[in-house]
């Protein structure tokens, strides 16, 4: 299988380590043997710059990579049609990560409570059409990931709320979004962010994934050197899900 990690941060995103610069990410990924990778910083820290864009594409260049690597950005939905990136801003990179979830950025739309898990499921499904629907989305970055740092929990909370949450997501809503992913050949995110938070409610939501034929993005979110090895946590969870490179999603252009 392709040994691939398309959601890195660099230090141009402010909660990433300072020292997380390109040249590094490249050098340690390809020591690690990893072949695709995607260079993510937050659509924010371009603050719609484009000299900051073409310095970032100049850095990948010059560093000459012997790997695959791709230059892509995370955005988030604010609201239904209503996104934190522009059609404009979008067209410098090769994909949009599109977060339905972004609770802790200002201009976010939030769930009407945090502590009931019907209200975070209503609103979790809510934003995951925003973005499925959404023209710029390439790919739907953590959904149904709930973060204990936002919601407030202990590690051991969070599991059980989660659980909670899915359970209250309508399965005929969300079969017929996930139609919609693969009619598209959006990608949707697996990342070892699920085992750090206890997430383990969406082994059963990436078993659906698949029914429907929906390609999954592996991604690390890596905002430290330490995050970018955590993607070996996924594979046990690959392994159990029976995901080869068929069921990869890869940005759009050929391999
Ligand atoms: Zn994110
Ligand atoms: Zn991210």
Excluded at 83 to 89: E, G, K, P, V
Excluded at 246 to 255: A, R, V
Aim: proline share 4%; net charge negative; glycine share 4%.
């Amino acid at each position: 299988m392709y040994s691939c990690d398309y959601h890195i941060h660099t230090q141009l995103s402010g909660c990433a380590d300072n020292d997380l610069s390109i040249e590094k990410i490249i050098q340690l990924q390809q020591i690690r043997g990893v072949e695709l990778i995607g260079i993510t910083d937050h659509d924010y820290s371009y603050q719609s710059k484009i000299k900051t864009i073409q310095a970032a594409h100049q850095a990948i260049k010059k560093t000459e990579p012997t790997i695959r690597v791709h230059f892509g950005v995370e955005s988030q939905m604010l609201e239904y049609q209503s996104t934190s990136i522009n059609i404009r801003l979008a067209s410098y990179f090769d994909y949009v990560l599109m977060a339905p979830n972004h609770y802790h950025l200002r201009g976010v739309a939030q769930p009407k409570s945090f502590s009931d898990p019907r209200r975070v499921a209503l609103h979790e499904i809510y934003m995951f059409e925003a973005a499925v629907a959404c023209p710029i989305t390439d790919a739907i970055v953590h959904p149904f990931l709930l973060s204990p740092d936002v919601f407030q929990f202990s590690k051991e909370e969070i599991a059980a709320f989660s659980q909670e949450m899915m359970r209250n997501v309508e399965q005929k809503r969300l079969i017929f979004q996930l139609d919609l992913v693969s009619q598209r050949g959006l990608g949707i995110e697996i990342s070892p962010k699920m085992v750090r938070y206890n997430q383990l409610h969406l082994v059963e939501f990436y078993q659906l994934c698949l029914e429907r034929d929906v390609k999954l993005l592996i991604g690390s979110d890596a905002h430290s050197t330490k995050q970018m090895e955590e993607i070996s946590l996924l594979n046990p969870i690959l392994k159990e899900l029976g995901i080869t490179d068929k069921h990869l999603w890869h940005p759009n252009t050929k391999i």
